[in-house]
């Protein structure tokens, strides 16, 4: 398994603003994920960040405005750019475990007025 | 484009009672994976299923995989309020990107009442 912390935990901005959101694991992971969850919904895989490389998005997120760093092993950020409320959800980081398993870090709720 | 339904988004159900919550998916897989998530909370991983009659039991939740007809199955026996959560069945899509994506069905929500 993995112990993954993110950090904020919650936060309310303006719009217009921009967010970044940490993910820290205590383990070196190859890839790791971001999701959105929106009130009520499901997850939506935003994006796949390998180390080294440039993230992957998904159709209909794009890099300027959701930028990922994968420094390292152990470490992601994921900022939400010029924020309006259609971005208030819980981004959520995951990581693949060996072949198998995908754990999930506690979440960021966020609130954009 | 690989889809995951769930039946039903919605489960009310009586404490001591059984009831099946189905996961079909659009396209060939061989993974799939159980989650549940308490309000507020983040998931937490139930089952693994990797093969095609792939069967696990966790206490009253069991779940199986028939990769032929593309459905998997998380059966509750004996309901117990603690149960009362969103469960999520995800589906891998292996081969067909050079990554691993999962993709998550809708959602079960879940109601064990007294």
């Known amino acids: 398994s993995a112990v993954i912390s993110q950090k904020p935990s919650r936060d309310i901005c303006q719009r217009g603003t921009s967010l970044t959101i940490q993910c820290q694991v205590d383990s070196q992971v190859t890839m790791m994920f971001w999701y959105r969850q929106q009130p009520g919904q499901s997850l939506t895989l935003i994006a796949t960040?390998?180390?080294?490389?440039?993230?992957?998005?998904e159709s209909g997120f794009v890099i300027d405005k959701f930028p990922i760093s994968r420094p390292n092993l152990t470490f992601s950020t994921l900022t939400v750019s010029n924020m309006s409320p259609e971005d208030s959800s819980i981004y959520l980081c995951?990581?693949?475990?060996?072949?198998?398993?995908?754990?999930f870090g506690p979440g960021t709720r966020l609130t954009v007025l | 484009e690989l889809k995951v339904e769930q039946n039903p988004l919605f489960l009310s159900m009586q404490e001591g009672k059984n009831y099946t919550i189905y996961c079909n998916y659009s396209?060939?897989?061989?993974?799939l994976y159980w989650y549940r998530q308490d309000p507020g909370k983040s998931l937490e991983s139930l089952f693994v299923?990797?093969?095609?009659?792939a069967v696990k039991q966790e206490g009253r939740l069991m779940a199986s995989l028939d990769t032929k007809a593309r459905l998997s199955t998380l059966h509750i026996t004996a309901a117990v309020h603690d149960l009362s959560a969103t469960y999520f069945c995800?589906?891998?899509?292996?081969?067909?990107?050079?990554?691993?994506?999962?993709?998550f069905g809708p959602g079960t929500s879940l109601s064990v009442i007294p």
């Open positions: 960040a390998n180390q080294g490389s440039e993230a992957t998005y």
């Open positions: 396209t060939t897989s061989d993974r």
């Open positions: 995800a589906v891998d899509m292996g081969m067909k990107t050079s990554y691993d994506k999962v993709i």
């Open positions: 299923l990797l093969s095609n009659g």
């Open positions: 995951s990581v693949e475990v060996g072949w198998n398993e995908q754990f």
